[in-house]
């Protein structure tokens, strides 16, 4: 083929023109080399500049790592929160009547369980589902409260807080002995130191400090049934005689007896002087009564902190339950007339009877004040209800007053002045 003809190659399937105008024109002519020519150092381009120093990099970790860091701390914040509020929920929870008693444990002394009356209380608590625990216990014979406290952070760790109440078991010979002894100290009779109720309850306030005190004694009135027995049975006995060795038997029993011998009386004494001093002294007839007692008083003891948060007011004086609820009236006007009767309530010096009185001469304001305009002068006006009859009581012992000239002159006051500043206890 000569040097100019052009052939296509069927292999290749493509032309030879169009592989020749892949190289340059002088392409031919010229020694081939490589596509990227070897530049030299002196020739090579500078490199681009960084879009940020190394200053500025590393602010911009530093801003991010503080934000990562922020985050995490809000996240613990809110976990804390939400850990928080479920601590206050549930320290709330162990408050209320129902669960507050899961939290309570009842501490008994050993020799109060040797005593009469000590496992009545014990049974009774048990069966009342209490957690009952005996150690021994500053006084002898007593019974104290430990309550699980629940704070509002999330601990592990359970603490245990006393409660200030105490409860001591008095057996009955010690608590006769005592107002004997005080009953010769108020007769003048200073024979010795002998204990009496003042110098026990001072030696066991010495011991607990703080403590809420309360007295338990039982079968005093079991023991004067039985002097009144005696007393029907020494003048029969007396008369029917009696060989000598039994009536000299007797007779020291009595002379034994004489110096014991408490009457009513004297018990009263003894516990009106102990009570003057804030001590609760409780006297049961029988052990069951008292294992009732202890549950009763365990139950309060359980239920204190939730009475003393319910009872918080914002209010400095005192609110009647029934007075801050209101009274209800619904869209037919039932509830109104225990409104009104509740607006003449509270006047200063008004009962429930002279409410009610009142509110039933004239079921309404507005027919109480339609009457004020039927009189004729102001003084018939300030008189108007005086003669309304007042009924207190019921049977034998039912009462009856009028209303009187002093409250009805303020309720028509009240009614008809248009003084926001009168004052409606003016006895003029």
């Known amino acids: 083929m000569s040097p100019g003809d052009v052939s296509c190659g069927d292999q290749n399937g493509m032309c030879g023109s169009e592989r020749l105008s ?39 970790c530093q801003a991010a790592w503080q934000r990562r860091k922020e985050r995490e701390a809000r996240r613990r914040q809110q976990e804390q929160e939400k850990e928080r509020k479920r601590a206050l929920a549930k320290m709330l929870k162990a408050q209320r009547p129902g669960e507050c008693q899961k939290y309570i444990t009842v501490v008994l002394d050993p020799a109060l369980l040797q005593v009469e009356g000590g496992g009545q209380i014990l049974s009774a ?62 007769q003048g009779c ?47 006995q007396a008369a029917a005689g009696g060989n000598q060795e039994e009536q000299g038997k007797r007779r020291k029993k009595q002379v034994k007896d004489s110096g014991l011998e408490i009457t009513r009386l004297d018990v009263e004494e ?30 309060a003891v359980a239920e204190a902190p939730f009475r003393r948060e319910r009872e918080k007011t914002d209010f400095s004086f005192y609110l009647d339950k029934r007075w801050c609820g209101g009274v209800r009236v619904d869209r037919s006007g039932k509830g109104l007339f225990e409104v009104w009767k509740r607006q003449i309530q509270q006047f200063n010096r008004v009962s429930l ?12 304001p507005q027919l109480l004040v339609q009457a004020y305009s039927r009189c004729s ?13 007042v009924h207190r009581g019921e049977g034998v012992t039912a009462t009856s007053r009028r209303i009187g ?16 500043d009168l004052y409606l206890d003016f006895m003029g």
């Open 22 to 60: 892949l190289c340059p024109p002088d392409a031919a002519d010229q020694p081939s080399r490589p596509l990227v020519s070897e530049a030299s150092p002196e020739i090579s381009p500078s490199p681009k500049n960084p879009k940020y120093s190394q200053k500025e990099r590393e602010a911009i």
């Open 125 to 186: 608590l048990q069966a009342a589902n209490y957690s009952c625990v005996v150690e021994s216990q500053a006084v002898p014979c007593s019974v104290s409260w430990r309550r699980k406290t629940l704070s509002s952070q999330m601990e592990d760790r359970d603490e245990w807080t006393e409660e200030p109440n105490v409860l001591v078991l008095l057996r009955l010979e010690e608590f006769l002995s005592m107002v004997h002894n005080y009953k010769q100290g108020a």
């Open 353 to 364: 009877e002279m409410a009610d009185a009142v509110v039933s001469a004239y079921p309404s």
């Open 190 to 236: 200073t024979e010795g130191q002998k204990d009496t109720l003042q110098s026990y309850v001072a030696r066991v306030m010495e011991k607990m400090p703080g403590k809420i005190l309360a007295l338990q004694v039982v079968g005093v009135e079991n023991y004067f049934r039985s002097l009144r027995v005696q007393s029907k049975k020494r003048p029969r």
């Open 405 to 420: 000239p002093e409250l009805s002159r303020r309720i028509y006051l009240q009614m008809t002045s248009d003084d926001p």
């Open 377 to 389: 002068s102001e003084h018939e006006r300030e008189n108007m209800l005086a003669n309304i009859p």
């Open 270 to 299: 003894a516990l009106v002087d102990l009570q003057l001093s804030k001590i609760q002294v409780n006297i049961f007839e029988s052990c069951e009564e008292l294992g009732e007692f202890a549950t009763m008083l365990t139950k």
